[in-house]
């Protein structure tokens, strides 16, 4: 299921109304709701998006949610022409194992191509050294 269909779902229970509803609410087929929230549609246009935060009257921030959740749905990828030979080729790898995923390697893939953008966020804290006590604090008798 990808993101946007688990959040359309969770979306739709936490309003309490049927894709029947939300359909009619918003102008859409509720056979066009169905096939969005269990995975067989890609993600929404976003007309169809401007449609849901409008007849849900979604907040800004559920807004930018649903939005993001749309963005990452997308199931196509497309390379820029000049992409170096070994983009190819780690894509052409993982496209070979993709089905066979576990969620936790998923994970650890993500983490490590965002890994530059978590360096960069970090702060550089200074390194807090002891303080060495004086002799005569230090020796106990």
Do not use: C, W
Request: glycine fraction near 4%.
């Amino acid at each position: 299921m990808s993101p946007f269909a688990h959040h359309l779902h969770e979306l739709r229970m936490r309003h309490g109304i049927r894709q029947n509803e939300l359909a009619e609410l918003i102008g859409y087929d509720q056979t066009y709701i169905s096939a969005l929230e269990v995975g067989l549609k890609g993600p929404p246009t976003p007309e169809f998006v401007d449609k849901l935060v409008e007849g849900l009257a979604l907040s800004r921030t559920e807004e930018a949610a649903l939005r993001s959740a749309a963005e990452v749905s997308d199931r196509k990828l497309v390379l820029d022409a000049d992409s170096h030979p070994e983009i190819y080729l780690m894509l052409a790898a993982l496209k070979r194992r993709l089905r066979e995923l576990h969620p936790a390697q998923a994970r650890m893939i993500r983490e490590l191509v965002d890994l530059p953008d978590t360096v960069r966020q970090q702060e550089h804290e200074p390194v807090k050294r002891l303080r060495r006590r004086k002799t005569e604090e230090g020796v106990r008798m």
